[in-house]
Protein backbone atom coordinates (compact mmCIF):
# COMPACT_ATOMS: atom_id res chain seq x y z
CA UNK A 1 0.00 0.00 0.00
CA UNK A 2 2.81 2.19 0.86
CA UNK A 3 4.61 1.26 -2.10
CA UNK A 4 1.67 2.30 -4.28
CA UNK A 5 1.04 5.62 -2.71
CA UNK A 6 4.95 6.73 -3.53
CA UNK A 7 4.40 5.69 -6.79
CA UNK A 8 1.12 7.41 -7.29
CA UNK A 9 2.98 10.89 -6.12
CA UNK A 10 5.86 9.81 -8.24
CA UNK A 11 3.84 10.19 -11.23
CA UNK A 12 2.28 13.11 -10.43
CA UNK A 13 5.51 14.93 -9.75
CA UNK A 14 6.65 13.50 -13.33
CA UNK A 15 3.53 14.88 -14.83
CA UNK A 16 4.15 18.58 -13.19
CA UNK A 17 7.46 18.52 -14.10
CA UNK A 18 6.19 17.43 -17.65
CA UNK A 19 3.85 20.27 -17.90
CA UNK A 20 6.17 23.01 -16.91
CA UNK A 21 8.66 21.77 -19.58
CA UNK A 22 6.10 22.10 -21.71
CA UNK A 23 4.50 25.03 -20.75
CA UNK A 24 8.48 26.65 -21.02
CA UNK A 25 8.54 25.42 -24.66
CA UNK A 26 5.21 26.72 -25.61
CA UNK A 27 6.34 30.21 -24.11
CA UNK A 28 9.42 30.27 -26.06
CA UNK A 29 8.23 28.84 -29.35
CA UNK A 30 5.90 32.11 -28.85
CA UNK A 31 8.45 34.42 -28.23
CA UNK A 32 10.48 33.27 -30.97
CA UNK A 33 7.69 33.61 -33.41
CA UNK A 34 7.24 36.90 -31.79
CA UNK A 35 10.80 37.55 -32.67
CA UNK A 36 10.60 37.02 -36.07
CA UNK A 37 7.63 39.25 -36.28
CA UNK A 38 9.29 42.32 -34.44
CA UNK A 39 7.31 42.01 -31.70
CA UNK A 40 10.04 42.58 -29.14
CA UNK A 41 7.96 43.84 -26.43
CA UNK A 42 6.01 40.64 -26.68
CA UNK A 43 8.52 37.99 -27.33
CA UNK A 44 10.76 39.41 -24.42
CA UNK A 45 7.90 38.62 -21.83
CA UNK A 46 7.28 35.12 -23.13
CA UNK A 47 11.02 34.53 -23.05
CA UNK A 48 11.02 35.95 -19.21
CA UNK A 49 7.51 33.12 -18.57
CA UNK A 50 10.30 30.35 -19.68
CA UNK A 51 12.84 31.69 -17.88
CA UNK A 52 11.13 31.11 -14.35
CA UNK A 53 10.74 27.44 -15.01
CA UNK A 54 14.34 27.19 -16.01
CA UNK A 55 16.27 30.12 -14.93
CA UNK A 56 19.98 28.74 -16.17
CA UNK A 57 18.81 28.56 -19.56
CA UNK A 58 21.82 30.31 -21.51
CA UNK A 59 19.32 30.31 -24.39
CA UNK A 60 16.70 31.90 -23.54
CA UNK A 61 19.09 34.22 -21.76
CA UNK A 62 20.63 35.17 -24.83
CA UNK A 63 16.92 35.36 -26.43
CA UNK A 64 15.93 38.07 -24.04
CA UNK A 65 19.00 39.68 -24.34
CA UNK A 66 18.22 39.78 -28.30
CA UNK A 67 14.80 41.14 -27.80
CA UNK A 68 16.79 43.91 -25.33
CA UNK A 69 18.70 45.17 -27.68
CA UNK A 70 16.43 45.75 -30.23
CA UNK A 71 14.18 47.72 -27.76
CA UNK A 72 17.26 49.68 -27.05
CA UNK A 73 17.59 48.57 -23.41
CA UNK A 74 21.30 48.93 -22.90
CA UNK A 75 21.83 47.82 -19.67
CA UNK A 76 19.38 44.99 -19.40
CA UNK A 77 20.73 43.98 -23.25
CA UNK A 78 24.16 43.82 -21.40
CA UNK A 79 23.07 42.11 -18.12
CA UNK A 80 21.23 38.84 -20.03
CA UNK A 81 23.68 38.60 -22.67
CA UNK A 82 26.74 38.44 -19.90
CA UNK A 83 24.58 35.89 -17.92
CA UNK A 84 23.77 33.81 -21.21
CA UNK A 85 27.97 33.52 -21.59
CA UNK A 86 28.94 33.19 -18.07
CA UNK A 87 26.35 30.07 -17.81
CA UNK A 88 27.65 28.89 -21.18
CA UNK A 89 30.63 30.57 -23.52
CA UNK A 90 29.27 28.98 -26.52
CA UNK A 91 26.60 32.10 -27.12
CA UNK A 92 29.57 34.60 -27.17
CA UNK A 93 29.45 34.45 -30.59
CA UNK A 94 26.37 34.99 -31.06
CA UNK A 95 26.32 37.89 -28.71
CA UNK A 96 28.56 39.93 -31.07
CA UNK A 97 26.92 40.67 -33.73
CA UNK A 98 24.23 42.66 -31.77
CA UNK A 99 26.85 44.76 -29.92
CA UNK A 100 28.08 45.30 -33.66
CA UNK A 101 24.60 46.07 -34.82
CA UNK A 102 24.19 48.59 -31.94
CA UNK A 103 28.03 50.51 -32.57
CA UNK A 104 26.53 50.97 -35.88
CA UNK A 105 23.43 52.48 -34.73
CA UNK A 106 25.04 54.48 -32.04
CA UNK A 107 27.38 55.89 -34.52
CA UNK A 108 25.16 56.68 -36.50
CA UNK A 109 22.52 58.79 -34.32
CA UNK A 110 26.55 60.26 -32.84
CA UNK A 111 25.49 59.13 -29.27
CA UNK A 112 29.09 59.02 -28.29
CA UNK A 113 28.84 57.72 -24.17
CA UNK A 114 26.32 54.47 -25.91
CA UNK A 115 28.74 54.12 -28.44
CA UNK A 116 31.63 53.84 -25.94
CA UNK A 117 29.68 51.32 -23.60
CA UNK A 118 29.09 48.64 -26.15
CA UNK A 119 32.47 49.14 -27.66
CA UNK A 120 34.24 48.27 -24.25
CA UNK A 121 31.64 45.49 -23.85
CA UNK A 122 32.80 44.03 -27.18
CA UNK A 123 36.34 43.74 -26.24
CA UNK A 124 35.15 42.53 -23.01
CA UNK A 125 33.69 39.14 -25.04
CA UNK A 126 36.52 39.15 -27.97
CA UNK A 127 39.10 41.33 -27.01
CA UNK A 128 40.54 40.73 -30.62
CA UNK A 129 37.72 41.93 -32.25
CA UNK A 130 38.27 44.53 -35.20
CA UNK A 131 36.93 47.70 -34.08
CA UNK A 132 38.45 49.43 -36.99
CA UNK A 133 38.46 52.70 -37.26
CA UNK A 134 35.94 52.74 -33.50
CA UNK A 135 39.57 52.17 -31.68
CA UNK A 136 40.32 56.12 -32.40
CA UNK A 137 37.14 57.07 -30.56
CA UNK A 138 37.53 54.48 -27.64
CA UNK A 139 41.04 55.89 -27.01
CA UNK A 140 40.38 59.00 -27.07
CA UNK A 141 37.82 58.05 -24.28
CA UNK A 142 39.83 55.94 -21.95
CA UNK A 143 42.54 59.02 -22.76
CA UNK A 144 40.16 61.87 -21.63
CA UNK A 145 39.00 59.78 -18.78
CA UNK A 146 42.80 59.29 -17.66
CA UNK A 147 42.92 55.70 -17.88
CA UNK A 148 45.90 55.45 -19.67
CA UNK A 149 46.40 51.97 -19.60
CA UNK A 150 44.07 51.42 -21.39
CA UNK A 151 43.84 53.99 -23.41
CA UNK A 152 47.49 53.13 -24.22
CA UNK A 153 46.49 49.62 -25.55
CA UNK A 154 43.34 50.90 -27.93
CA UNK A 155 45.78 53.48 -29.32
CA UNK A 156 47.93 50.76 -30.23
CA UNK A 157 45.70 48.42 -31.70
CA UNK A 158 44.21 51.21 -33.60
CA UNK A 159 47.83 52.00 -35.52
CA UNK A 160 47.87 48.06 -36.08
CA UNK A 161 44.67 47.89 -37.40
CA UNK A 162 44.58 51.40 -39.28
CA UNK A 163 48.35 53.03 -39.54
CA UNK A 164 46.85 55.32 -42.16
CA UNK A 165 44.12 56.45 -40.81
CA UNK A 166 43.77 60.69 -40.37
CA UNK A 167 43.36 60.52 -36.43
CA UNK A 168 46.75 58.60 -36.05
CA UNK A 169 49.63 61.16 -35.72
CA UNK A 170 47.50 62.35 -32.51
CA UNK A 171 47.43 58.77 -31.33
CA UNK A 172 50.88 58.21 -31.59
CA UNK A 173 51.54 61.37 -29.63
CA UNK A 174 49.07 60.29 -26.96
CA UNK A 175 50.93 57.20 -26.66
CA UNK A 176 53.96 58.76 -25.84
CA UNK A 177 51.55 61.05 -22.95
CA UNK A 178 50.36 57.34 -21.82
CA UNK A 179 53.77 55.70 -21.48
CA UNK A 180 54.86 58.38 -19.18
CA UNK A 181 52.34 59.13 -17.22
CA UNK A 182 52.53 55.06 -16.72
CA UNK A 183 55.87 55.64 -15.68
CA UNK A 184 57.44 53.75 -18.58
CA UNK A 185 59.88 56.96 -19.45
CA UNK A 186 62.37 54.89 -22.02
CA UNK A 187 59.45 53.69 -24.13
CA UNK A 188 58.06 57.34 -24.40
CA UNK A 189 61.95 58.90 -25.23
CA UNK A 190 62.44 56.14 -27.94
CA UNK A 191 58.79 57.37 -29.05
CA UNK A 192 59.87 60.45 -29.30
CA UNK A 193 62.77 59.58 -31.59
CA UNK A 194 60.65 57.61 -33.94
CA UNK A 195 57.80 60.61 -34.06
CA UNK A 196 60.62 62.92 -35.21
CA UNK A 197 61.74 60.38 -37.95
CA UNK A 198 58.65 59.95 -38.79
CA UNK A 199 57.11 63.51 -39.36
CA UNK A 200 58.99 66.22 -41.05
CA UNK A 201 56.41 68.32 -41.65
CA UNK A 202 55.25 68.96 -37.38
CA UNK A 203 54.59 72.93 -36.68
CA UNK A 204 56.33 74.64 -34.28
CA UNK A 205 54.16 74.28 -31.63
CA UNK A 206 54.22 70.26 -32.36
CA UNK A 207 58.15 70.46 -32.05
CA UNK A 208 57.75 72.33 -28.84
CA UNK A 209 55.26 69.94 -27.30
CA UNK A 210 57.11 66.80 -27.86
CA UNK A 211 60.05 67.91 -26.62
CA UNK A 212 58.38 69.03 -24.05
CA UNK A 213 57.13 65.36 -23.60
CA UNK A 214 60.35 64.06 -24.10
CA UNK A 215 62.44 66.24 -21.50
CA UNK A 216 60.57 65.19 -18.94
CA UNK A 217 60.46 61.49 -19.78
CA UNK A 218 64.50 61.86 -20.15
CA UNK A 219 64.46 63.40 -16.51
CA UNK A 220 62.34 60.79 -14.95
CA UNK A 221 63.97 58.36 -16.77
CA UNK A 222 67.86 59.81 -15.49
CA UNK A 223 66.40 59.29 -11.70
CA UNK A 224 65.54 56.09 -12.39
CA UNK A 225 69.05 55.04 -13.74
CA UNK A 226 70.60 56.83 -11.05
CA UNK A 227 68.87 55.08 -8.28
CA UNK A 228 69.77 51.95 -9.90
CA UNK A 229 73.48 53.32 -10.01
CA UNK A 230 73.65 52.60 -13.95
CA UNK A 231 75.55 56.09 -13.49
CA UNK A 232 76.56 56.05 -17.60
CA UNK A 233 73.00 55.50 -18.54
CA UNK A 234 71.68 58.04 -16.25
CA UNK A 235 73.93 61.10 -17.40
CA UNK A 236 72.87 60.67 -20.86
CA UNK A 237 69.20 60.75 -20.17
CA UNK A 238 70.28 63.94 -18.15
CA UNK A 239 72.40 65.29 -20.67
CA UNK A 240 68.71 64.81 -23.20
CA UNK A 241 66.77 67.05 -20.90
CA UNK A 242 69.12 69.94 -20.97
CA UNK A 243 69.41 69.78 -24.28
CA UNK A 244 66.14 69.93 -25.33
CA UNK A 245 65.59 72.59 -22.16
CA UNK A 246 62.49 71.50 -21.15
CA UNK A 247 60.36 71.31 -19.38
CA UNK A 248 62.43 74.95 -17.78
CA UNK A 249 61.09 73.55 -14.49
CA UNK A 250 63.23 70.88 -14.76
CA UNK A 251 66.90 72.08 -15.87
CA UNK A 252 68.56 73.10 -12.62
CA UNK A 253 67.39 69.30 -11.24
CA UNK A 254 68.69 67.99 -14.34
CA UNK A 255 72.19 69.41 -13.55
CA UNK A 256 71.71 68.29 -10.24
CA UNK A 257 71.25 64.84 -10.97
CA UNK A 258 73.80 64.94 -13.14
CA UNK A 259 76.36 66.44 -10.77
CA UNK A 260 75.53 63.08 -8.65
CA UNK A 261 76.06 60.83 -11.26
CA UNK A 262 79.37 62.25 -11.80
CA UNK A 263 80.09 62.51 -8.42
CA UNK A 264 79.61 58.67 -8.42
CA UNK A 265 81.93 57.61 -10.60
CA UNK A 266 84.47 60.21 -9.12
CA UNK A 267 84.35 62.73 -12.47
CA UNK A 268 84.74 65.80 -9.84
CA UNK A 269 84.97 68.60 -12.29
CA UNK A 270 82.36 67.48 -14.55
CA UNK A 271 80.56 66.85 -11.32
CA UNK A 272 81.33 70.23 -9.64
CA UNK A 273 80.34 71.98 -13.21
CA UNK A 274 76.80 70.29 -13.09
CA UNK A 275 76.26 71.11 -9.36
CA UNK A 276 77.06 75.24 -10.41
CA UNK A 277 74.78 75.35 -13.46
CA UNK A 278 72.24 73.50 -11.36
CA UNK A 279 72.42 76.17 -9.13
CA UNK A 280 72.47 79.46 -11.72
CA UNK A 281 69.52 77.35 -13.67
CA UNK A 282 67.53 77.83 -10.48
CA UNK A 283 68.21 81.02 -9.53
CA UNK A 284 67.04 80.84 -5.98
CA UNK A 285 70.17 80.75 -3.48
CA UNK A 286 67.54 80.15 -0.67
CA UNK A 287 65.62 76.98 -2.43
CA UNK A 288 66.05 73.52 -1.07
CA UNK A 289 67.94 72.74 -4.47
CA UNK A 290 70.13 75.50 -4.30
CA UNK A 291 71.06 73.99 -0.57
CA UNK A 292 71.83 70.49 -2.12
CA UNK A 293 74.07 71.68 -5.01
CA UNK A 294 75.87 73.67 -2.40
CA UNK A 295 76.34 70.62 -0.29
CA UNK A 296 77.38 68.86 -3.15
CA UNK A 297 80.01 71.14 -3.87
CA UNK A 298 81.22 71.26 -0.73
CA UNK A 299 81.85 67.47 -0.54
CA UNK A 300 83.50 67.17 -3.96
CA UNK A 301 86.11 69.87 -2.34
CA UNK A 302 86.01 67.84 0.77
CA UNK A 303 86.92 64.24 -1.33
CA UNK A 304 89.43 66.60 -3.38
CA UNK A 305 91.52 68.03 -0.06
CA UNK A 306 91.56 64.70 1.45
CA UNK A 307 93.38 63.25 -1.70
Known sequence: MQIQRFSIIFVILLVLIGC?????????KRGKNYLLKGQYTDAVAE??????????????????GSCYSKLGDLNRTHEFFTRAIQIDAKWAPSVIPHYAELVERFRARNDKPRLIQVLSWLLEIDPGYDLEDN??????????????????????????????????????????????????????????DRYFERYSDL???????????????AYYLAKDYLDQKL?????????????????????DDAY?????????????????????????????????????????????????RDQ
Request: with cysteine; glycine share 2%.
Open 256 to 304: LLLGQAYEAQNEVDKAREACENAIKANGDPSSTLAHQARRCLELLDQSR
Open 20 to 28: QQSESERAI
Open 47 to 64: FHLALKTDPQNAETLYLI
Open 135 to 192: YYILGDYYYQQRDYENALTVYQQALFKMPEDAREKLARRRIIECEVELGDYAAAVAAC
Open 203 to 217: SYKEIEKVQWIQGQA
Open 231 to 251: YDEAIEAAHRTIRLNKPQNLI
